[in-house]
T-cell receptor, first 109, second 113 residues
Framework: QKEVEQNSGPLSVPEGAIASLNCTYS??????FFWYRQYSGKSPELIMS????GDKEDGRFTAQLNKASQYVSLLIRDSQPSDSATYLC?????????FGKGTMLLVSP | DAGVTQSPTHLIKTRGQQVTLRCSPK?????VSWYQQALGQGPQFIFQ???????QRGNFPDRFSGHQFPNYSSELNVNALLLGDSALYLC????????????FGPGTRLTVL
């Protein structure tokens, strides 16, 4: 059974701080990893993808992948209240996505 | 450039009825995947369509079926609805069946009474 585990939160950070979201996966055959942001009542929005070990930066977001530890993380720098949402981690072995339950992030002004 | 579109937005059905949900993929995408998201859970994979065929299927009963048309749009059909089928149904499109990123539509909120 392929599983993706995330802390459900909520993770509370003050505005301007760095938010760190973590995820572990069980299937060593997973090849690609994604972070989606989901606002309440809306659909998931893709914010980052990562395929190789190491870091990938895009604006305020940095995704980190460690395949040996089966660990994925997302750092959000200079967190804003508009970043308050549920962040879903997903792993893909070939073409289907296995999601975690998501971590709720709350950024207070 | 139009993104993924889904219809209807909301739907209310009673137990035992049948429902059809529709999805049009993002321009340039030929693969459509369907997911079910219950409240407080992550999306769960139902099945994926490519070249008008079901290529992969998740752990969902045969009551869930689908179709893909030559223009790459897709339908999800659910028969004999159960209360537990109440969820947000998400369609995602991608270019090909590999490890490409999948982009979600706005979803259809199904309520079964």
């Amino acid at each position: 059974q392929k599983e993706v585990e995330q802390n459900s939160g909520p993770l509370s950070v003050p505005e301007g701080a760095i938010a760190s979201l973590n995820c572990t996966y069980s299937d060593r055959g997973s090849q690609s990893f994604f972070w989606y942001r989901q606002y309440s009542g809306k659909s998931p929005e893709l914010i980052m993808s990562i395929y190789s070990n190491g870091d990938k930066e895009d604006g305020r977001f940095t995704a980190q992948l460690n395949k040996a530890s089966q660990y994925v993380s997302l750092l959000i720098r200079d967190s804003q209240p508009s970043d308050s949402a549920t962040y879903l981690c997903a792993a893909s072995g070939y073409s289907t996505l296995t999601f975690g339950k998501g971590t709720m992030l709350l950024v207070s002004p | 450039d139009a993104g993924v579109t889904q219809s209807p937005t909301h739907l209310i059905k009673t137990r035992g009825q049948q429902v059809t949900l529709r999805c049009s993929p993002k321009s340039g995408h030929d693969t459509v995947s369907w997911y079910q998201q219950a409240l407080g859970q992550g999306p769960q994979f139902i099945f994926q369509y490519y070249e008008e065929e079901e290529r992969q299927r998740g752990n969902f009963p045969d009551r869930f079926s689908g179709h893909q048309f030559p223009n790459y749009s897709s339908e999800l059909n659910v028969n004999a609805l159960l209360l537990g089928d109440s969820a947000l149904y998400l369609c995602a499109s991608s270019p090909g069946t590999g490890t490409s990123s999948q982009y979600f539509g706005p979803g259809t909120r199904l309520t079964v009474l």
